[in-house]
C-alpha cells in the first residue's frame, strides 16, 4: 500500500482542480502537505477542508522570490521529499493572434517557474532517501493543439525538462517524471466549455476521447502520486498520458 508518512509534500498550483485533489490524495496517504496558490480565498477554502494542510500564498511567476518562497516551505514543513509542479497558466491563440507578451506570459509560468522551483528545492531533495519531482505537462504537449499554440509549446518543453533532468539527477537518487493530462473537469476547462451548449460540447468530448467522456481531476491526482511514491521507484524521465486515449485517437 502507498503510504507517505513521514514524506514532505510541495504541490504549487495547488488551489486548482487537479491541485485540490493531490492535496487530499497526499493526506489520506499520510503526507506533510504544503500547498500553494495564487488565491488566498481559495486556500483558505483548502484549509477549511483539510485542517492538517499548509498553506502558502505564491505566484510562480515571481521569478526573484522563489528561492525565498522554497526555503519558507521548507521551513514550515521540515524538509522537501516530494515536489509536483501543478501551477500553469493557458491561454488561446495561433501565430497571427499571440502576442509576445502573452507567449512570454506562457513560458514564465510553465517552465520557467518549473525550472527555478526544482533548482532551488534541488538541496533540500539530496537530503531525502528517495525523493522525487512530479511535474505537469499537457496531452496538448504530446499531440499538438489547434489554436493554443504558446500554450502546447511550454508544456512540451516541459516533456524535454522533465526527461533531461531525470538524467541529472539519478546520481542523486531522485527521480523526475510528468503527466499529460487530457481534458479534466477543472476551472481551466470552464472557458472552453462554456462556448458551447452542453450537446455540442458532450459531442466534442466524446469524439476526442476513446473512454467518452472528459477525465476527473482525482483520475490524474492518482497517476502523479502514484509517480511520487516508491511504488514508481524503477520509473524516471518519463511522462504519462492521464486523457481517456486521447494521445492514440
Not at 105 to 113: A, K, L, Q, R
Not at 175 to 198: C, E, H, Q, W, Y
Amino acid at each position: 500500500m502507498i503510504d507517505f508518512r513521514n514524506k514532505k509534500i510541495i504541490i504549487t498550483g495547488a488551489s486548482g482542480g487537479i491541485g485540490r485533489s493531490l492535496v487530499e490524495k497526499f493526506i489520506n496517504l499520510n503526507g506533510t502537505v504544503l500547498a500553494t496558490g495564487t488565491k488566498s480565498e481559495k486556500l483558505e477554502l483548502l484549509k477549511k477542508n483539510f485542517p492538517t494542510v499548509n498553506t502558502l500564498k505564491f505566484d510562480i511567476s515571481e521569478h526573484s522570490k522563489i528561492d525565498e518562497f522554497i526555503d519558507n516551505a521548507s521551513d514550515l514543513i521540515g524538509g522537501i521529499d516530494v515536489l509536483v509542479n501543478s501551477a500553469g497558466v493557458r491561454l488561446s491563440g495561433n501565430l497571427e493572434t499571440t502576442p509576445l507578451n502573452e507567449w512570454t506570459y506562457h513560458f514564465n509560468n510553465n517552465v520557467t517557474g518549473t525550472f527555478l522551483a526544482c533548482k532551488y528545492a534541488l538541496p533540500l531533495l539530496k537530503k531525502g532517501k528517495q525523493s522525487s519531482i512530479v511535474n505537469l505537462a499537457s496531452i496538448n504537449s504530446i499531440r499538438g493543439a489547434k489554436n493554443m499554440l504558446a500554450y502546447a509549446t511550454s508544456k512540451s518543453a516541459l516533456i524535454s525538462f522533465t526527461a533531461s533532468l531525470a538524467l541529472d539527477l539519478t546520481k542523486h537518487n531522485i527521480r523526475v517524471n510528468a503527466v499529460a493530462p487530457g481534458a479534466i473537469d477543472t476551472p481551466m476547462l470552464a472557458s472552453f466549455k462554456k462556448d458551447l451548449t452542453l450537446k455540442e460540447y458532450e459531442k466534442r468530448m466524446q469524439e476526442n476521447h476513446p473512454i467518452g467522456r472528459i477525465g476527473k481531476p482525482k483520475e490524474v491526482a492518482s497517476v502523479i502520486y502514484f509517480l511520487a511514491s516508491e511504488a514508481a521507484s524503477f520509473m524516471t524521465g518519463l511522462t504519462l498520458p492521464v486523457d481517456g486515449g486521447r494521445s492514440i485517437r
